[in-house]
Structure formats: C-alpha cells, structure tokens
C-alpha cells in the first residue's frame, strides 16, 4: 500500500517528526500504546475503523535525513516493511510512505476476502487522520 502526504513545511520538520515514532500517538488518533524497546525498536497498537487492533513490533532499518528515508521492519500482526520517502520541491513538502505486509492476525481466510474493500477504507481513513494530525502538530510547532 501506498499514500502521500503534502505538507506546507520544511523536509526536515517533517522528517524528525515522523522520525520520532514515540510521538506518534499525539498527532495520529490511530496509533496508541508506542512503547520503545531499545533505541532502533519498539510496538504499538494500530486501530482504525474497524473494531480490530493490531499490534507490530517495527526494527529500525533506515534512518537517512541526507536522502529522507525513514525504513522499519515489521513482525507482529502485520509482518513486512515500512518505508517513509521525504523530498522537498519549493514550499511543499512530500512524504511518501509504502508498506509490503502481510496480515497476521488470526482472521478467517474467507473473512478477510469478503472485507478486503473495507480494509483499504481502513487504511486510507487511518492515513489522512496522519496527514491532518502531522499538519495540526507542525502547525503549532511553527
């Protein structure tokens, strides 16, 4: 899954802020109990939606301001990886994220065809609450 983020702030403000995934639960109303592990590990519980959390463990893989990459591998209820692409042109700045997972959790088979189109509303609900939670939260920081 893909989505992209258009933000009115400097690459590097958005960055750190999605570099510091400790935060993320006062600006993503979807993302709750981020617990850090070690200084390249932590979990969190994901819920959206649906009446359904998941809870990931994420491992640091890539942390690049130079080239605005931000990479995490993920076990748990999702298992795969994450990717956040910040680039900058003039006063707009991109944040591209991708994930390649797979679901985990215990979901009949049958049940997760029938509901793949309410999984994606799920997710694209989940990723516009995080694009207007990182505006809201780099709009006061500024």
């Not at 750190?16 to 592990?37: C, G, I, N, S």
């Not at 893989?61 to 994450?82: K, Y």
């Not at 985990?104 to 509303?121: D, G, N």
């Not at 694209?124 to 809201?136: D, E, F, Q, T, V």
Request: charged share 25%; aromatic share 8%; proline share 5%.
């Amino acid at each position: 899954m893909t989505s992209r983020w258009r933000l009115p702030f400097a690459r590097t403000a958005v960055f750190d802020a999605l570099a510091d995934a400790d935060a993320y639960p006062t600006w993503w109303p979807q993302v709750h109990d981020v617990h850090r592990v070690d200084e390249r590990s932590g979990t969190a519980r994901l819920r959206s939606l649906l009446p359904m959390s998941l809870y990931v463990s994420a491992v640091e893989e890539v942390r690049d301001p130079r080239r605005g990459i931000l990479r995490a591998t993920l076990t748990g209820d999702l298992v795969g990886w994450s990717q956040w692409c910040v680039s900058q042109t003039y006063d707009i700045t991109t944040a591209d994220f991708t994930q390649e997972v797979l679901l985990r959790k215990k979901t009949p088979a049958w049940l997760l065809t029938a509901c793949r189109p309410l999984l994606a509303l799920n997710h694209s609900h989940m990723m516009r609450a995080g694009n207007n939670g990182l505006i809201r939260r780099l709009g006061e920081a500024g």
